[in-house]
């Protein structure tokens, strides 16, 4: 069976761990991101669940958040929105400011 | 190349960004994104910052709870309780709750069957009347076994579904959400809408464990 990585029904697994692990205010602030483009229609739930379901396996692979941010980045690059290096130079820019 | 026009920071040359390469502490890196995100969006006009706040404050006020009424008062009150099952977005419509974009399919616990749901796929979730689903609902080993082994991931939760009752999961989606109506509580038949709404708990919404006075 041809069965891509987000399809998950089925694959071998862990048992669950059933943690009361709180979303952290950048995981929060990037869903209400989202949730905003949505209201414009300017980014669909769908187009952002292809792009996540098109992630390299290792990036789809990590913390449910940082796939949500990459796929972001992939999908609003697409939609000519902004571009991969000027999410990165901004973020040189943010860090500087905070002297980190 | 890029097409950063800022001017503050001069793109028209290769060079490496120190520190927005994986390798910093990762948070920290993801972090730096959606902040970059949200700044440049709100720069360009595709959302203002206003906005994202709205959406925040409305994520942050998004709880259990509502949840909790919705089943209360179907469990008080026969006739919405019809209305809920037949119609479930504009059963909850009636309460001011909103679906968003999604439709809601509101599924009943009976004597002879338990409901769970699950998104399969990703991560659906009623959120509107639920808050953001907890880490183990987007999980792989919850994901994957849910729809082929159900009474081994219950029994991770402590919930023991006798072998002559059908469970019957319910795969998500981005259009279609499920919500468990679990079955009141023994003993409770008395009480308030206000108090049954206390012991229904987020997990028993989505069917992981049951209700208990």
Not at chain 1, 51 to 68: N, S, T
Not at chain 2, 160 to 169: F, G
Request: charged share 30%; glycine share 6%.
């Amino acid at each position: 069976m041809n069965q891509r990585q987000h399809d998950m029904g089925g694959m071998d697994a862990s048992p669950v761990e059933a943690s009361a692990h709180e979303a952290e205010p950048w995981a929060k602030m990037i869903t209400s991101l989202a949730a905003a483009m949505r209201e414009y229609d300017v980014m669909r739930i769908d187009e952002l669940r292809r792009a996540l379901e098109d992630l390299p396996p290792e990036i789809y692979e990590q913390d449910y958040f940082e796939r949500w941010s990459e796929a972001m980045v992939n999908l609003l690059e697409e939609k000519g929105l902004l571009t991969r290096d000027e999410v990165m130079s901004r973020m040189d820019a943010i860090k500087a400011k905070l002297g980190s | 190349m890029s097409t950063d026009d800022r001017g503050t920071h001069d793109h028209d040359h290769d060079h490496e960004h120190p520190g927005t390469t994986p390798d910093v502490n990762e948070t920290g890196y993801y972090e730096l994104m959606a902040e970059a995100m949200k700044e440049l969006l709100i720069e360009k006009g595709v959302v203002s910052a206003d906005d994202v706040r709205r959406n925040l404050e409305f994520l942050d006020s998004r709880d259990p709870v509502d949840g909790g009424r919705v089943i209360a008062k179907a469990w008080t009150d026969p006739d919405f309780k019809k209305r809920l099952l037949e119609d479930g977005t504009a059963a909850v419509g009636e309460m001011g709750l909103t679906m968003g974009d999604a439709e809601l399919v509101v599924v009943e616990n009976t004597d002879d069957v338990h409901n769970m749901i699950v998104c399969t796929l990703c991560s659906c979730y009623p959120r509107t009347l639920l808050g953001l689903p907890p880490d183990w609902y987007k999980s792989k080993s919850y994901r994957s076994r849910a729809v082929v082994e159900p009474r081994a991931v219950l029994r991770e939760f402590g919930t023991e579904v006798p072998d002559d009752m059908t469970v019957r999961v319910h795969d998500s989606n981005a259009d279609m959400r499920y919500l468990v109506l679990p079955k009141q509580p023994e003993g409770t038949e008395d009480w308030p809408a206000e108090k049954l709404a206390e012991i229904v708990s987020r997990d028993a919404m989505v069917g992981v464990v049951l209700p208990e006075a």
